[in-house]
């Protein structure tokens, strides 16, 4: 196969794809229109990457997911949270491993029952601020803010353990966290940099911020013992894959990469979380008729108490229905990356040929909007995820989580936080979208709401809050 892509797509522009991406109005409207124009499998220039080639049918998608790489230089903003290589693009045969013992934990029933008495404390404690600020009429609320607070909280938790023995101190941790990330993620985004001293000042607040991120994770390390199988509680059970440290301990995984593991779990699972609920509520405040019917399952399988069990979860079903179609019509994390590790052939008749080392984007954002597995893509269906309907369609036709070896593998964790999140909210609140206020998504290390997401919450008559 030779290097030249033969790949239907636009002219090559000197400015390497900057001006058609910011002319279309951002990377996800190109998309739409890249892949209307030229079909499912599109060669486009992509900031960062060269000529990447963009993939949005489902069915050929199945063909890219054993791709086992990503392209390092879309990553590399990563690198300074990671001490032993960049977690994101490190090689297949230490990518395995690790990834068997993050799936072992966050997708296992163990850790999120032995979590979710914390998460339940950790809502109804913001569900509490709120109904005392609507009962003094201090309105609105801010959902993303509030909401990406929360679940960084949540994973903060979920990560280091418990904090009754002193180890861990969750507001100094969670601060430090905010700082890393204005600082050094932050300047992705910023248009203009401040002045040198400014700059200067700001690096080393993260560096002392990031610094003390990691002498925690080495004291709860340390609190686990030497030993790994016994937990900080004495108990004795090598099997247990509720404690993600203690997994990794057991794995033998290095202080450096159980450092970084922490790291890249409350990033991947901070502001991806708060945005699919904050999303999900703004959704549901545009449509008070599936709104209704959310609150008439809650009312139903929880009756007068306030918050689900973790057994509740799964009666909840329109709930999950509700949740999938808002991440669908915006996906907290729209785009995934691989690169070609050897030449490959999408297609049924071979037409697609591309050459090793190649970037395959992934639009998940475009594939959710597919018409020809989503019909009128832009309206807000629920009932598209009744078992019957999920069905009919590709196992890849819906991918929030991506796709393949390099797919979240926080996926099962983050339905549960947010599954739990909206039960409680739903539960107790009725939401009401700010008049006037226009909610605009905006592109960024995930889908985000420009100037966040106000609404009124009011209490529900049946909600029974504390205060109520
Ligand atoms: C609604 C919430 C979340 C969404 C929508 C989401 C979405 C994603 C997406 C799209 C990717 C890239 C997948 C790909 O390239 O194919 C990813 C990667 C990842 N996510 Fe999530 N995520 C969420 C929550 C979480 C949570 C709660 C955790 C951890 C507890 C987590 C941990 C990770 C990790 C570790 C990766 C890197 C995967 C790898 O390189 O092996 N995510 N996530």
């Known amino acids: 196969m030779g290097s030249a892509l033969r790949i239907p797509g636009p002219e090559l522009c000197e400015d390497g794809g900057v001006g058609a991406i910011s002319a279309a109005g951002g990377l996800h409207l190109y998309q739409l229109r890249l892949h209307a ?5 599109v060669r486009f220039q992509l900031p960062g990457a060269g000529v990447a080639v963009s993939v949005s049918d489902p069915l050929l998608l199945e063909d890219t997911a054993r791709i086992d790489e990503r392209p390092a230089p879309l990553f590399a903003f990563l690198e300074p949270l990671c001490e032993a290589g960049n977690l994101q693009v490190i090689g297949a045969e230490e990518h395995g491993p690790w990834r068997r013992v993050l799936l072992e934990v966050f997708a296992g029933r163990p850790s999120h029952e032995r979590h979710f008495g914390e998460f339940v404390a950790l809502v109804e404690a913001l569900a509490d601020r709120w109904e005392r600020g609507s009962a003094e009429s201090v309105s609105p609320v801010f959902l993303q803010k509030d909401l990406t607070a929360l679940s960084l909280r ?5 990560a280091l353990g418990g904090t009754d023995d002193g180890v861990v101190e969750p507001e100094k941790v969670v601060d ?5 990330l204005t600082e050094y993620l932050g300047r992705t985004y910023r248009a203009e940099e401040g002045e040198a001293d400014e700059a200067d000042e700001g690096m080393k607040r993260a560096e002392l911020a990031l610094s003390y991120l990691r002498d925690t994770v080495d004291r709860v390390v340390a609190a686990h013992g030497d030993a790994p199988q016994s937990d900080r509680s004495g108990r004795d059970d090598r099997s247990d894959r509720s404690d993600l440290i203690r997994a990794l301990l057991a794995a033998g995984t290095s202080p450096a990469r159980i450092r970084d593991t922490v790291m890249v779990t409350m990033l991947a699972a901070h502001h991806t979380t708060g945005v699919a609920v904050s999303w999900t509520l703004h959704l549901l405040g545009r449509h008070p008729e599936v709104a209704e019917r959310v609150a008439e399952e809650l009312d139903r399988v929880l009756g007068d108490r306030s918050a689900p069990d973790y057994g509740d979860l799964r009666r909840l079903t329109y709930l999950d229905m509700v949740l999938k179609e808002s991440m669908r019509l915006y996906p907290p994390g729209p785009y995934g990356a691989r690169e070609t590790t050897e030449d490959m052939v999408l297609g049924a008749d071979g037409e697609y040929e591309i050459p090793v080392g190649t970037t395959v984007f992934y639009p998940f954002w475009a594939v959710h909007m597919n018409p020809d597995h989503w019909p009128e893509p832009e309206r807000f269906v629920p009932e ?11 196992r890849l036709a819906h991918i929030p989580f991506g796709i393949g070896s390099r797919s979240c593998e926080g996926a099962g964790l983050a339905m ?4 739990l ?3 409680v909210l739903l539960k107790r609140f009725r939401f009401r979208a700010v008049e006037g206020h226009e909610v605009t998504p905006v592109e960024r290390f995930v889908l985000w709401a420009a100037e966040d997401i106000p609404m009124t919450v009011t209490p529900r008559a049946g909600g029974r809050g504390p205060n109520g």
């Open 416 to 419: 549960v936080e947010a599954q």
């Open 176 to 180: 430090a966290f905010e700082v890393v």
């Open 154 to 158: 949540m994973i903060c938790a979920y």
């Open 37 to 41: 124009e030229y079909g499912s499998v």
């Open 384 to 394: 598209r995820f009744t078992p019957e309907a999920v069905a009919e369609r590709p």
């Open 421 to 423: 999140m909206l039960a």
